[in-house]
């Protein structure tokens, strides 16, 4: 990077603690949170148009990039306990499902419930001290990239689903080929617990928040006692697995509206139906089972039951997902404050935008934080405080899905970075909680540490 790097980088970092003003960030929070904004959906739409107007505001030189990648959005979804272990129970509601409008495809989670199949909530409940849980543009809990499709199998515990956890339910003897596979989040990402699933034959998985993880077992849950999660909470997310980060279609280049695209068939995409859940609905599956206990502690989370590898003869799970994998546009908002030097190169702050739901916290926490250091820049460079070099302020899209719209930018801006890039400064979740973090490349790091 440099020594002029170095300071840039440091004068960028210090104007984040010149007076941030509380009521502004508050406001941007409240406008920027206001809809769903999953990438490619109309919200997603209105959410870069609000961000741009924001940075325009502040007298920034604003603009668009637009591209067009793969992404994934749900059409329908369902979760069922089934077979003659479901027959001994009384049909239950699919309860919070229920509200939400957008399933009401065929095959939904909003179907009636019939006698001898138990139907799992795949969304979280509506809370009165959370008005938003209620908004009619919220879908239920789902996985990125899954595969279309509807399996019903028997029912196998994989742990945290790493490969050492299905390496070790191969020694033990259980078979996964043709199950419905029950993991739970943490160990590994998300999207190897599918692929590991794949691999191992599963003809389903099933992914949930072990309260032992995030939930009751680590203190009150929302909303009554605190901030972990409580049983209907879901954890969505991209499960896209391939060797280059960015659009699936286009590794490399830059996904333009017109560009020569990999056939769709010909990428390594899930094969297998993927469905998120809440520990709720996974202990309704784990009471029912009745193989062996686990063998190892570590094997156990904290749901208060015993904790099996496998659910036994009687007991069958029916998860349906349909997804549709199309190409769609998004864009990435990049506002410009000109430096005093135009040959000082450049140094870049940035934040994705899109989000699974309102996105409050991930990824307003830090996409508040990006738009006041601009304010509070733009504010000193007019009073005459210009830093030589140019900063950049980029809100991302499409990160939610694989990185896609910086990785896209990236790839259409290459030389200008080889040639102008001083340093990146990354202000994901920025605003979380008390306790400060942070990473920083060794030649900044005093730079962060004095910040």
């Not at 990039?65 to 994934?72: G, K």
């Not at 030589?388 to 939610?400: I, T």
């Not at 340093?423 to 540490?449: D, F």
Request: with cysteine.
């Amino acid at each position: 990077m440099g020594m002029f790097g170095t300071l840039a980088c440091a004068a960028a970092l210090a104007a984040a603690q010149a007076e941030p003003d509380a009521g502004r960030l508050r406001a941007w929070h409240d406008l920027l949170s206001s809809e769903p904004h999953v990438a490619g959906t109309d919200g997603d739409s209105r959410e870069i148009v609000r961000i741009a107007n924001v940075f325009r505001g502040m007298g920034l030189e604003t603009e668009l990039h637009e591209f067009w990648a793969l992404l994934s959005h749900p059409v329908a979804a369902r979760v069922e306990i089934v077979g003659a272990a479901a027959s001994a129970q009384p049909p239950v509601s699919p309860g919070p499902a229920a509200t939400a409008p957008a399933a009401t495809a065929p095959g939904s989670s909003t179907a009636r419930p019939t006698r001898g199949r138990i139907v799992l909530p795949i969304i979280e409940r509506n809370l009165a001290e959370d008005p938003q849980t209620a908004h009619p543009d919220l879908t239920w809990g789902w996985n990125a990239y899954s595969a279309s499709g509807t399996a019903t199998g028997r029912v196998v515990y994989a742990n945290y689903g790493t490969r050492a956890d299905f390496d070790r339910l191969r020694e033990w003897g259980v078979d996964c080929k043709g199950a419905v596979v029950l993991a739970r989040y943490g160990g590994n990402f998300r999207g190897y617990k599918a692929r590991f699933a794949q691999e191992a034959g599963a003809a389903a998985l099933l992914m949930y928040i072990d309260p032992a993880d995030a939930g009751s077992g680590k203190g009150g849950v929302w909303p009554e006692s605190g901030g972990w999660a409580n049983d209907t909470c879901i954890q969505r997310g991209s499960i896209l697995t391939l060797a280059w980060p960015g659009d699936p279609l286009t590794p490399g280049v830059p996904a333009t509206r017109d560009a020569a695209r990999l056939e769709i068939d010909s990428v390594d995409l899930p094969k297998i139906p993927v469905q998120p859940i809440g520990y709720g609905a996974a202990g309704r599956i784990m009471a029912l089972m009745t193989g062996r206990e686990v063998p190892e502690p570590a094997w156990k989370g904290g749901l208060e039951m015993p904790y099996r590898l496998e659910g036994g003869p009687d007991l069958k799970v029916m998860v349906s997902v349909e997804q549709v994998r199309d190409v769609r546009r998004s864009a990435n908002v990049i506002a410009r404050l000109p430096g005093s030097d135009p040959n000082a190169g450049t140094v870049i702050i940035g934040c994705h935008h899109d989000a699974w739901g309102l996105g409050a916290l991930d990824p307003l926490a830090g996409m508040i934080c990006v738009l006041e250091v601009a304010q509070l820049m733009s504010d000193r460079a007019k009073a005459g405080d210009r830093l030589p070099c140019d900063v950049l302020f980029c809100a991302w899209g499409a990160e939610e899905f694989g990185m896609i719209g910086s990785t896209e930018w990236v790839e259409a801006h290459e030389d200008m970075l080889l040639r102008r890039c001083l340093g990146y400064i990354n202000l994901g979740m920025a605003a979380v909680g008390p306790n400060l973090s942070a990473a920083a490349s060794p030649s900044i790091a005093n730079a962060v540490a004095r910040a």
